[in-house]
């Protein structure tokens, strides 16, 4: 651990010492991600990537993911320490932050894939607790009500069909469908707990984009924001970070709350993935493989002029949560 911490925090201060973004402008609140250290025996790249991924339920059992010998960690960007999130266990995927950024949502994904179970991590008193008796199918939020949670679930449809959408746990109702939310995946919850946005995928014959939703409790059908993936809100709830695909990569790309004024963040002609804002809004945190390395590791990027420094140099480290 003490080696991993000194390893980090030198390439932290290196970076600060070439300029560039000042750390000590960065907010401490931790980033969680998945590393596996060279030690470990590397996965592949591809492998690495595909046990970070939460699949739908009718997928379910077809396919193994391979097992993630991995190591749920913290990273604090302005001092660089990397530490280890106790008692996690392998397979243990970073979800969501809670608004106060005390709570981890954690998902424990078995080797089979399929649906996971949720625990929330509290970083002060290191206790675990059991969120709800039902898995989700796909990623998951917290919220600090009305809605207390969204995941992904079975919806069953009239005429007795079923189909994936999102489902929320609220303070009144319990456990229901989020309104417009037949079909949606990637679900996140805005710092109002009134407000989730989601994603739905285009049917499989489709080679456009998904469609990113955004649901209010009290209004009826999800409103379109355009298209994109994996939308993830700023805990200050101003704007939304989300993944657009251009000339063959997946970019990083930013909007406000309500669907305008997007524009790029991070335009490499590498894949980035599993983009995460900071507290306020300013700083963007993403994983991304490139050159001849053949690893994923984790970049940040300041909104205001794009400039991006890269935060850990080895092993594979993916699915950042900031």
């Known amino acids: 651990m003490r080696v991993a911490w000194l390893t980090a925090l030198a390439i932290v201060a290196c970076l600060a010492c070439g300029g560039g973004i000042p750390l000590e402008a960065v907010p401490p609140d931790p980033i969680a991600f998945v590393r596996q250290e060279p030690a470990k025996g590397l996965l592949s790249l591809d492998a690495f990537r595909e046990g970070l991924q939460i699949r739908a339920f009718e997928e379910a059992g077809q396919a193994r993911k391979p097992r993630l010998h991995t190591t749920l960690s913290l990273l604090t960007v302005p001092t660089g320490e990397v530490r280890s999130v106790p008692d996690a266990g ?45 898995r989700s199918f796909g990623t998951a939020a917290l919220g600090d009500g009305p809605i207390r949670l969204a995941g992904v679930g079975r919806l069953l449809l009239p005429g007795g069909t079923a189909s994936e959408g999102v489902i929320i746990e609220t303070d009144t109702e319990g456990t229901q469908p989020l309104p417009g939310g037949v079909g949606g995946i990637d679900p996140d919850i805005a710092p109002d ?22 649901s209010r409790l009290g209004e009826g059908e999800a409103r379109p924001l355009g298209r ?6 700023s805990r200050d709830g101003q704007w939304i970070v989300f993944l657009r695909h ?22 490499s002609s590498y894949d980035e993935d599993f983009p995460a804002v900071s507290l306020h809004g300013d700083y963007v ?3 991304s493989a490139r050159g001849m390395v053949n690893e994923s590791q984790l970049y940040m990027t300041r909104v205001a002029d794009g400039e991006e420094i890269q935060l850990t140099r080895t092993g594979q480290n993916g699915r950042p949560v900031w």
């Open 228 to 233: 994109g993936s994996y939308p993830r809100f």
């Open 285 to 287: 945190v993403y994983a």
């Open 90 to 134: 392998e397979g243990s995927l970073p979800l969501d932050w809670s608004m106060d950024g005390l709570r981890l949502l954690i998902g424990r994904v078995d080797s089979a894939g399929g649906p996971i179970q949720l625990f929330s991590w509290n970083r002060l008193t290191g206790a675990y607790d059991r969120l709800s008796s039902e």
């Open 193 to 214: 707990g009134r407000t989730v946005v989601f994603v739905r995928a285009p049917d499989a014959y489709s080679r456009r984009e998904p469609v990113m939703l955004r």
């Open 246 to 267: 251009h000339a063959g990569n997946a970019d990083v790309w930013l909007m406000r709350a309500d669907g305008t004024r997007k524009r790029p963040i991070a335009t």
